[in-house]
């Protein structure tokens, strides 16, 4: 603006002719390198910002049905995404009465069945039940209490774990079999009994995790120690080829366990990966490269929080081929050169979704019907991202775009 005006004054007041030449390549420079900045072409070719479907906070998403399916707290409403909404998010036309406190199920592998914990009773939860969704679209309620408030749910080997508390600081965990709708308490205690995650190893053993309290094997229905209590606390756990990730923060790092379903004691001590500078938010979803000989485990994709920074987002850990972790242990921000990663630049990624916490991340596998193309390995499936406060968002691989997802992008093929 200051050498416009000067440009402006010269001109005005009839200079000499080398003056008048001069203001008037200082004015042409000024207009190119607007034109040229990449800030301000980055400005001018962004597209405005979408308002997400699903707004507030979304939870946990869960296979089920040949779908997807989702909720957000608090809230009364399940999210579905499939063939039947033609690839878009819709609400479910029918659910329980009451605010839904959890999502789970087991997978296409196991029971196509979806499972909700719902509670009633205003603000402090009076009833909760654990309910049904079968593949028939019914309903069907399986166990009911009013001595604890449920409010975790996780799905493995045929088995519910329901996480429940009382009196503030008393808590509960139940296993609930599928099959008799029989119930039993496994574990009880303080707030470090805090239900953190249950997942199936690849060698059938089915493991729970407490916030503080350590992790136990559950196969045969009681509760062995299978990891000691730590130092920090767990909020996810996940199986990846023949591994078990674990993820928790102490009071400023992130850190990360890897395991197997036969490790010892000694090997949860010194496995550890810690993150000074980010938080795991505990969400975590294995990613599929699309190449020529197929569908091929590539990365394990974290949700994080900053700890003193402005980068949120997500982190992208390498696994092998099996889909175990890469021994090198190393957490890339998305798209850093020389990597293999879940987006194709990592301008495109900090300008869509690095300002946002990500504490659910999940990339959509074949759910058949025109979903997945065939033979075709340049096409690749979204990857859905449930934020803090700001909905959910989508990555479309076509457009190499994080946005919020408004339903405006034609996922199938």
């Known amino acids: 603006m200051v050498i416009l005006k000067q440009a ?38 962004e597209a405005p910002p979408r308002k997400p479907v699903i707004a507030g906070s979304p939870q946990n998403m869960v296979i089920a049905r040949d779908g997807v399916y989702t909720w957000t707290s608090p809230g009364r409403n399940i999210w579905v995404f499939d063939e039947s909404t033609g690839w878009r998010w819709q609400k479910l036309s029918s659910t329980p009465s009451g605010s839904i406190r959890g999502l789970a199920a087991f997978g296409d592998s196991e029971s196509g069945d979806l499972f909700a914990i719902v509670t009633s009773g205003g603000h402090i939860p009076e009833v909760s039940q654990v309910w049904r969704y079968d593949t028939n679209s019914q309903w069907g309620k399986l166990h009911e209490t009013t001595d604890f408030v449920l409010h975790r749910l996780f799905a493995a080997g045929g088995t519910l774990f329901i996480g429940g508390q009382r009196n503030g600081n008393e808590y509960t965990i139940l296993s609930l079999d599928t099959n008799t709708s029989s119930v039993e308490t496994i574990l009880t205690g303080s707030s470090d009994m805090y239900l953190a995650g249950a997942v199936k190893a690849s060698n059938g053993t089915i493991l729970l995790a407490t916030g503080k309290n350590g992790i136990f094997n559950v196969t045969s229905g009681t509760p062995e ?189």
């Open 8 to 45: 402006y004054t010269a001109l005005t007041q009839k200079p000499q002719w080398f003056l008048r030449t001069f203001f008037l390549c200082a004015i042409t420079t000024v207009i190119l390198s607007c034109a040229q900045d990449p800030i301000f072409y980055n400005i001018h070719m």
């Open 225 to 413: 120690p299978f990891a000691p209590a730590s130092s920090f606390t767990i909020n996810g756990m996940i199986t990846t080829g023949d591994n078990i990730v674990v993820i928790g923060n102490s009071t400023s790092r992130g850190i990360l366990h890897v395991l197997k379903a036969d490790s010892a004691y000694s090997e949860w001590q010194s496995s550890a990966l810690e993150q000074p500078d980010l938080l795991f938010n505990g969400g975590m979803g294995v990613w599929k490269h699309n190449t020529e000989t197929g569908w091929q485990p590539s990365l394990l994709l974290l949700g994080i929080r900053s700890n003193g920074s402005t980068l949120n987002g997500y982190r992208e850990l390498a696994l092998n081929e099996d889909g175990s972790v890469n021994s090198s242990y190393v957490l890339n921000r998305p798209g850093q050169s020389g990597f293999v990663s879940s987006v194709v630049s990592q301008d495109r990624y900090r300008e869509g979704i690095e300002t946002r916490s990500v504490h659910y991340i999940l990339q959509v596998p074949n759910l058949g019907g025109n979903f997945y193309p065939a033979n075709n390995n340049k096409w690749q499936p979204p990857i859905f991202a449930g934020t803090a406060q700001h909905g959910l968002f989508a990555y479309d691989f076509r457009n190499d775009r994080w946005s919020a997802d408004d339903n405006s992008v034609a996922w199938e093929q």
